[in-house]
């Protein structure tokens, strides 16, 4: 099982950016697709952003398109969220997974492992 360890996040006013991190250890490869989700209140986890193992393929969802970037460094382990031009609709605690799958997915039930989740506020 890998090991998914956040950071970044915080508060921050709209229009504003943030960047979150993930780090990956223990059991595992590069060779997996990572993806971002998130999560508000009373709602579902619902898909961000995902990313092919190579880097060479990445998907958003419709909400987000144009504003954030999703990247990854496999030297690292680490997969990166750049998020700009925020909303107060895109306040949520934001989770990294790792698909099962070397392209990336959205749906959450393909990701066998999750970091913690970090908060992220945009005030209005």
């Known amino acids: 099982q890998a090991q998914l360890v956040q950071s970044g996040g915080g508060l921050v006013q709209t229009g504003g950016s943030l960047n979150l991190s993930c780090l990956a250890s223990?059991?595992?490869?590069?060779?997996?697709?990572m993806g971002w989700f998130r999560q508000a209140p009373g709602k579902e986890r619902e898909f961000v952003a995902a990313?092919?193992?190579?880097?060479?393929?990445?998907n958003y969802a419709d909400s987000v398109k144009g504003r954030f970037t999703i990247s990854r460094d496999n030297a690292k382990n680490t997969v990166y969220l750049q998020m700009n031009s925020l909303k107060p609709e895109d306040t949520a605690v934001y989770y990294c997974?790792?698909?099962?799958?070397?392209?990336?997915?959205?749906?959450?039930?393909?990701?066998?492992?999750w970091g913690q989740g970090t908060q992220v506020t945009v005030s209005s």
């Open positions: 997974g790792r698909s099962r799958f070397s392209s990336g997915t959205t749906e959450p039930g393909t990701y066998d492992d």
């Open positions: 223990g059991r595992f490869s590069s060779t997996y697709g």
């Open positions: 990313i092919s193992w190579t880097g060479s393929r990445t």
